[in-house]
């Protein structure tokens, strides 16, 4: 751990919630011993139903491996839960929460490979690493998320630094989400990609429908939130470019110990597919025999309308402009998330979800089968928050 993250550990950790921890991160989750899991599993299941102050940190930080819940392995792998809770500190803002989020990700994994560059145990593409993920962040702290005061994340990042309630939230967040599986350090850039990936994710969905909700009576905010929509969709794709400096056998050193956490599971991506672009009845299966996805074939989503049917013909050319960059971002994205699968899984390899791997997310790389409901408040509240399990 670096001096920074230990200090940040210091000021909002007890003694032994640092222990907690750094027995989860010494050999990584999938290879505590059971009475240590055991032991973990214990301490979270026996915590008070709404736990606050040290105990709610200490669940944040034991839930993945709680005995008493039933979660997907993707959500125990992913600790989508602590998103979960910094995001629930954003009621009149998610947006502004979420894109905060991803920057606590990102430096935080910044951190981590700049020790490692510098102990020596980066492999040689760390400088790259480093350059695409600091580029990233450029860009998040440049984000604007308030047009009117133009407020950027940068300066919400600022405030964090003098402001101890929001200094807290971030370190607690940045502390209970970097649990790796394995020991080895490849494993860092696969799972902090995976969690900026679902911010995106939700951020995208979010503004979708903020858009296709205000378009008629405010066009001009549903055209900002559009082009903000249009931003976070490029933000997918440079958080690719950051995962892509993993190789194909880096990647192998621990896909093993990831199990069955496949991102097929992510309730927060399928959702935004349909906000975007409609139904897709070829997934009917899949959600199907995901008992948490089963929702998303409920007759309330399917009737929902996409953003893509909400603007179609629009006479505004700001939001027609924001309607295409953000599906160019959106499609440039998919395309790369076939060509990751394609190059980092073995053909005779199946994906961790069960199904046939690249082949499985080629079928869905166009969106031509994505069928558009009529109801504008179809599939609400559910599009509009947050969701993990």
């Not at 076939?338 to 053909?347: K, N």
Request: net charge negative; aromatic share 8%; hydrophobic share 40%.
């Amino acid at each position: 751990m670096t001096a920074a993250l230990e200090l940040a550990a210091a000021r909002y950790l007890t003694p032994h919630q640092r222990e907690i921890a750094q027995l989860q991160r010494t050999r990584g989750r999938s290879r505590l011993e059971p009475a240590e899991a055991e032991a973990l599993a214990a301490l979270h299941d026996t915590l008070p139903p709404n736990p606050s102050g040290a105990d709610e940190v200490t669940g944040l930080l034991t839930r993945p491996v709680s005995r008493e819940l039933e979660i997907p392995e993707y959500y125990r792998y992913s600790c989508m839960h602590s998103y979960g809770w910094f995001l629930d500190q954003f009621p009149d803002d998610p947006v502004a929460g979420a894109l905060l989020a991803l920057h606590t990700t990102l430096t935080d994994l910044v951190e981590v490979e700049r020790a490692a560059w510098e102990a020596g145990v980066q492999p040689e593409c760390g400088d790259e690493r480093i350059k695409r993920l600091d580029e990233a962040i450029a860009v998040v702290c440049g984000t604007v998320v308030n047009q009117v005061l133009r407020v950027r994340i940068g300066d919400l990042v600022d405030q964090a630094a003098v402001d101890p309630v929001l200094d807290r939230r971030t370190a607690v967040l940045a502390e209970s989400t970097r649990f790796p599986r394995s020991d080895r350090h490849e494993e860092n850039v696969f799972l902090r990609a995976v969690q900026c990936c679902e911010m995106l994710f939700f951020l995208v969905r979010r503004l979708a429908v903020e858009t296709a909700a205000t378009k008629d009576e405010f066009p001009a905010r549903a055209a900002a939130r559009l082009e903000l929509a249009g931003v976070c969709a490029g933000l997918l794709n440079d958080v690719f470019h950051v995962l892509r400096t993993l190789t194909p056998e880096g990647f192998m050193t621990f896909r093993d110990f990831t199990g069955a956490a496949s991102a097929v599971q992510s309730l927060n991506y399928h959702a935004m597919e349909i906000s975007i672009y409609g139904y897709d009845p070829r997934k009917a299966e899949v959600f199907g025999a995901v008992g948490h996805l089963e929702v998303l074939n409920s007759a309330e989503v399917r009737s929902h309308q996409p953003l893509k049917a909400a603007l179609a013909g629009t006479a505004d050319q700001r939001l027609e402009e924001g309607w295409n960059e953000l599906d160019r971002s959106l499609s440039k994205w998919r395309g790369g998330h076939y060509r990751f699968a394609r190059t980092y899984l073995p053909s005779d390899t199946p994906a961790s979800g069960g199904t046939d791997g690249a082949a499985y997310v080629k079928r869905f790389v166009k969106k031509d089968a994505c069928v558009a409901g009529a109801d504008p408040f179809g599939g609400l509240p559910l599009f509009s928050g947050f969701l993990y399990h």
